[in-house]
């Protein structure tokens, strides 16, 4: 529908510059070329993402020559010197391929076709966790396995490679989007424009299933993973000898037989109306120093599935806990929709790994986590609500309004968002103004009266003590109600606890047999 899409990128660079870290802003000048070139109700959201390859060209406008050359190895620097001259530097590539890029993207806009999709999940063993971790505590990444105080493998390994192909009308497959937690870096420091292991993906798969097949890669929360291979390294590369393939063809295979295995079973399953919705947000996340900076995260519904953006280096544990958390029965993560920045757990924090000492911490992680889970929440949050209320689920969202600090901010409209937090709690999230997610308006629901039409009771709670909220001296986006004497104090909905069955996901806590929610 006119005014109502989104066009999906997918870049072989290791990052997407953007406003945050500066250094060109790639994104949002072929976002406004786009934006130029069609009329004001077609224009789509666009979503970049870099596949992480490390043999792209460098992106970042502020690398002058002698810097790139002061960043080489000494060996690397002799081999090069003489050819620095005739570099394109990255502000010139920014300049070149901005416009083709763009352009790409309103060819794709403008030549799409009606067709269905159809998503699924499979699994590949492509990324690996790379932080060892020590006897003594520590971690290093990359760090050796044969070593007498090497302890385990830091963290958490996913394997899952979540799928969505499309279809022509008549049911002819033209496309297949590949998400999946790796990055494409297993040449690092190969001198020369390379895709990494998706140039052979990419191969295989247009073998199988012909040379016009549109591949779309996005990597998937990674940002402690490699493909490189920790553990049995010597067997693999002894496989390697034995089969003749290398690290690269040996990932083709079994992201292709991960694509080809489900095939049958997805051109079964087509869906030809999903439900779409989407929402774009700058989300404030709390770097390392306490300061704090609002990120943009885009949200999609597509039928039951949802996709979620982040511009980082997401270490794993803040993907696989968004995706637990989800409304959505499968949700792709998308890192690197951004310039980049590693995002650690605390464990990586403590032991001192590579990623652990950056601008953004375990913090920007939950606040990223808590956020995003929001906002897919506010995306279902329509088929939530009981038959014969008057709740009415909204689209557009106001940054003034929601911003206690700005002088259109209004606590006495009431916006809120049920999340779960575990089998028995869950909360109710306030932002201000009326907009935005699950709308409850004060004329709906009176904060000291039961409300007849609705059933609820409504009442100020304040949680600042809450230990979910860590005693954190900020109000949160989307959950503030009021500041008052530098307190968060929330408004919130109740319900009778024996009306839970029929009102199941509007937000409760039933404590010492009162009917409370907070």
């Known amino acids: 529908d006119s005014g109502e899409g989104v066009i999906f990128v997918s870049l072989d660079v290791v990052g997407i510059p953007d406003e945050v870290r500066g250094g060109g802003d790639m994104r949002g000048r072929i976002r406004e070329l786009v934006k130029e070139s069609l009329p004001d109700e077609e224009v789509p959201e666009v979503v970049l993402n870099a596949t992480h390859t490390h043999a792209g060209p460098v992106l970042s406008a502020n690398s002058t020559a002698t810097a790139l050359q002061e960043n080489l190895r000494p060996r690397q620097a002799e081999q090069w010197a003489d050819k620095f001259d005739s570099v394109m530097l990255p502000s010139e590539y920014l300049d070149f391929a901005i416009p083709i890029i763009a352009e790409a993207a309103i060819q794709a806009w403008q030549a799409r076709q009606p067709g269905g999709i159809s998503f699924g999940l499979n699994y590949a063993v492509v990324g690996h966790n790379r932080i060892m971790s020590y006897a003594d505590g520590h971690t290093t990444m990359y760090g050796a396995t044969d070593h007498p105080d090497f302890a385990n493998v830091e963290g958490w390994e996913d394997h899952s490679v979540n799928l969505l192909y499309t279809w022509d009308e008549n049911e002819e497959l033209t496309g297949v989007l590949i998400n999946l937690p790796s990055p494409s870096q297993n040449d690092e420091v190969r001198f020369e424009i390379s895709a990494d292991f998706w140039h052979e993906t990419r191969l295989a798969l247009r073998n199988q299933l012909g040379e016009d097949l549109y591949i779309l890669p996005q990597a998937a929360a990674a940002g402690d993973q490699s493909e490189r291979p920790m553990i049995h390294r010597r067997a693999e590369g002894r496989m390697q000898e034995l089969t003749g393939a290398g690290l690269r063809e040996r990932i083709a295979d079994q992201i292709s037989n991960a694509v080809l295995e489900i095939l049958p079973t997805m051109q079964e399953n087509i869906e030809w109306n999903p439900q779409f919705s989407h929402v774009t947000e700058h989300i404030p996340l709390t770097k390392s120093d306490g300061s704090v900076l609002p990120v943009e995260v885009y949200v999609l519904r597509l039928g039951d599935m949802a ?187 109740c319900v009778p606890y024996d009306q839970w069955d029929s009102i199941d996901d509007l937000g409760k806590t039933w404590q010492d047999g009162l009917d409370i929610c907070h």
């Open 307 to 493: 996709f979620a953006t982040n511009p980082f280096e997401l270490y794993t544990d803040f993907g696989i806990r968004i995706q637990e958390r989800s409304e959505a029965i499968q949700t792709f993560i998308v890192q690197l929709a951004g310039s980049g920045n590693y995002v650690a757990p605390q464990k990586t924090i403590a032991g001192g790994a590579y990623g652990s000492q950056r601008e953004w911490g375990p913090q920007a992680g939950r606040d990223l986590v808590e956020g995003t889970v929001s906002l897919i929440d506010a995306l279902w949050a329509a088929d939530n609500v009981p038959d014969g209320n008057s709740i009415s689920v909204l689209t557009e969202f106001s940054a003034d309004c929601l911003d206690p600090t700005n002088e259109l901010f209004d606590p006495d409209a009431y916006a809120k968002n049920a999340r779960k937090l575990d089998d028995t709690r869950w909360r109710i999230h306030p932002p201000a103004c009326e907009v935005g997610g699950l709308g409850l308006s004060s004329e709906d629901c009176d904060e000291t009266t039961e409300s007849t039409d609705l059933g609820y009771i409504c009442r100020n709670v304040d949680v600042t003590g809450d230990p979910f909220y860590n005693d954190r001296p900020v109000c949160m986006w989307r959950e503030l109600g009021e500041v008052v004497n530098n307190t968060c104090v929330y408004h919130t909905a």
